[in-house]
């Protein structure tokens, strides 16, 4: 069992220093090491709790904290939280230090303008881990394509009426 909180604890480390742009960035890779490498989820329990975090403020640590107590419990859910807090948290503090510091350099600009679409790449890599374990057919096309359409079209729609709306479509698709 300790052997398995270092290893959430390690786990979600390497995640929060590789997480340029995000938590969304790291879910390929999130998705890698919890389900492939670990074992500690199957693709359908790790699409769940990808599904239940961005129902709440504070998606991706939400997913991350439902991670770590799955597998070892409330101690897990600490570990797995200080681990994926703790080197954002220093380097994002650090970094904000040095990022205003060089406020109008051109290295700056040119950094930020190499990033930006690197963070979007990672982002689409994360958006294809889940599609892969949710979308099997037409109807899941359809449901994925709304929920897209509606979020980048639609003004003030929270995001969590489509997961709920797709529960909803799922439960009714049972009977």
């Known amino acids: 069992m300790q052997d398995q909180n270092l290893g959430v604890f390690g786990v979600f480390a390497l995640l929060s220093v590789l997480a340029v742009g995000g938590g969304s960035a790291v879910l390929p890779e999130m998705k890698t090491l919890v389900v492939e490498t670990h074992h500690w989820l199957n693709d359908d329990q790790f699409r769940d709790i990808y599904g239940l975090g961005q129902m709440a403020p504070g998606p991706n640590m939400l997913m991350v904290i439902v991670i770590g107590y799955h597998v070892t419990g409330f101690l897990g859910a600490f570990l797995a939280f200080l681990g994926f807090f703790l080197p954002a948290g220093l380097i994002s503090f650090v970094g904000s230090r ?54 980048a079209f639609v003004k003030r729609v929270n995001p969590s009426l489509f997961i709920l709306a797709g529960g909803l479509i799922g439960l009714a698709a049972l009977r």
């Open 98 to 151: 040095l990022w205003d510091h060089f406020e109008g350099s051109p290295w700056r600009r040119a950094l930020q303008d190499g990033m930006a679409p690197l963070v979007v790449g990672l982002m689409i890599a994360g958006v294809i881990a889940i599609a892969r374990t949710a979308i099997d057919g037409w109807a899941t096309i359809a449901l994925a394509v709304g929920a897209f359409l509606g979020v």
